[in-house]
């Protein structure tokens, strides 16, 4: 069992706006501005999309966002293109025990 | 540009010890911390560790009493050592850059940069 939870699935249409939660705890999620994203396509290494909650790395598409409320952290794809369909990771630095990092169980976007 | 290139066996018997090494090319490779995360087939991420050139480590609380982290400065090297293995190890391992830190601060900015990935399969 992930320590973040995500849904297992999204899905949506070219063009539309999709967005993907990421629920953690006070220990992590909520207690620090060190969320990611990570998009991941079959067979390919992560990549990094969003970090620091809302970042975004130089060469990442700006219909790409990330926000945080409260344990709860979004990233929101815009204008969906079929390539954006992916697996989708959030991470967050935690305290929790010793200072590491927690991943999500990944969300698995299908563009319809 | 930074890039990272990893290598260790892919195939091991159970009880047997994971070992993977990654060399950084491009870039510093002083101040910033450098991670091994694991991936099994068809599930998520997950975070094994980090250490950085001083040989600081920390570790995932449940992965600890058997992972150890070790850096190679003369080299650009950072290896990962995993024992006692099961099935449950089974996992493509990746390495990656990490946090940045200078004059005592450290910029978490996520993992841009990663490693091509390696198999490894426990199986007697």
């Known amino acids: 069992q992930s320590a973040l939870t995500q849904p297992a699935s999204v899905s949506g249409s070219p063009g539309q706006s999709i967005t993907i939660s990421c629920t953690g705890t006070?220990?992590?999620?909520?207690?620090?501005?060190?969320v990611s994203w990570y998009q991941q396509h079959p067979g390919k290494a992560p990549k990094l999309m969003i970090y620091?909650?809302?970042n975004r790395p130089s060469g990442v598409s700006n219909r790409f966002s990330g926000s945080k409320s409260g344990n709860t952290a979004s990233l929101t794809i815009s204008g969906l293109q079929a390539e954006d369909e992916a697996d989708y990771y959030c991470?967050?630095?935690?305290?929790?025990?010793?200072?590491?990092?927690?991943f999500g169980g990944g969300t698995k976007l299908t563009v319809l | 540009q930074v890039q990272l290139q990893q290598w260790g066996a892919g195939l091991l018997k159970p009880s047997e010890t994971l070992s993977l090494t990654c060399a950084v090319y491009?870039?510093?490779?002083?101040?910033?911390?450098w991670s091994w995360i694991r991936q099994p087939p068809g599930k998520g991420l997950e975070w094994i560790g980090e250490?950085?050139?001083?040989?600081?480590?920390n570790y995932n609380p449940s992965l600890k009493s058997r992972v150890t982290i070790s850096v190679d400065t003369s080299k650009n090297q950072f290896s990962l050592k995993l024992s006692s293995v099961t099935a449950a190890d089974t996992a493509v391992y990746y390495c990656?850059?990490?946090?940045?830190?200078?004059?005592?601060?450290?910029?978490?900015?996520?993992?841009?940069?990663w490693g091509q990935g390696t198999l490894v399969t426990v199986s007697s």
């Open positions: 006070s220990s992590d999620v909520g207690g620090y501005n060190y």
């Open positions: 990656a850059r990490g946090a940045y830190c200078t004059n005592g601060v450290c910029y978490l900015l996520g993992y841009f940069y």
């Open positions: 491009g870039g510093s490779f002083s101040g910033y911390y």
């Open positions: 620091d909650v809302s």
């Open positions: 991470s967050s630095y935690t305290s929790s025990s010793t200072p590491h990092w927690v």
């Open positions: 250490i950085n050139h001083s040989g600081s480590t």
